[in-house]
């Protein structure tokens, strides 16, 4: 698939979640910025694999299950692994793709544990802010190994550490206590708010950072 082809799908789905977003995520911009570090990804895969296809997918830590469907557009399988209590929320998004539902799978367990996947091989394995919440790495570098096929890939995403830090002492220097505590009690609700009160910093924030540094890290 050409990259401008690519593109237009990815909008499409970005465009069908973005009013919705409350049904999958607490963050408004979750799809968004999800579709556009996707796109950056694919950029730099296609340097590796020009064809940028491939016959099974796996996602470890898939979450809602939105990247599942951007994968989907590449790929002839996907499967997802995540918490058995996020399953359900990918459920009811791949649900809304019936044309598709029978080529997304859906696992609940662990990145350190995927004994669940036993048989299975994946061409391409992927990690998208995945790393930094498992128990052990090694343990899970060990697993996903395991599960790849011959000339099998593994990609992983993780925050980038000085772009994401720099950002968030700027945030949380130059806006002040009450305007915090104002956004998180919008984006994360009372409860969340009360527990943590002032100190919210939003999560990957595509207003903030330098983007042409996150677009070369990629």
Known sequence: MDQQTLVQKVRGLWDLYEPIYQEFTPYPLYFEVRSVEFLLLTLRLRQQFPTLHWNH??????????????????????????????I???????????ENRERV?????????????????FDLVVTQYAFEHFQSMERALEQIHGVLAPGGCAVHVLPNITDRHAW???YR??????????ESWR?????????????????HDP????????????
């Not at 799978?105 to 091989?121: I, K, Y």
């Not at 609700?189 to 939003?202: E, I, R, S």
Request: with cysteine; net charge neutral; proline share 6%.
């Open 168 to 170: 968030h002492i700027i």
């Open 57 to 86: 997918v796996l996602e470890v830590g898939c979450g809602c299950g939105f990247s599942l469907q951007l994968w989907n557009l590449l790929a002839d399988e996907v499967s997802g692994v995540d918490q058995p209590g996020v």
């Open 187 to 203: 984006r994360r609700g009372k409860k969340a708010t009360l527990m943590n009160p002032f100190t919210y910093t939003p999560p």
């Open 88 to 98: 359900p929320t990918a459920e009811k998004l791949a649900a809304r793709h019936p």
């Open 105 to 121: 799978h859906l696992f609940g367990g662990a990145g350190e544990d995927l004994s669940m996947l036993a048989g299975q091989r």
């Open 173 to 182: 220097t130059e806006t002040s206590w009450w305007r915090r505590l104002r």
């Open 207 to 218: 207003t903030r950072g330098d983007f042409e540094g996150e677009h070369a890290n990629y």
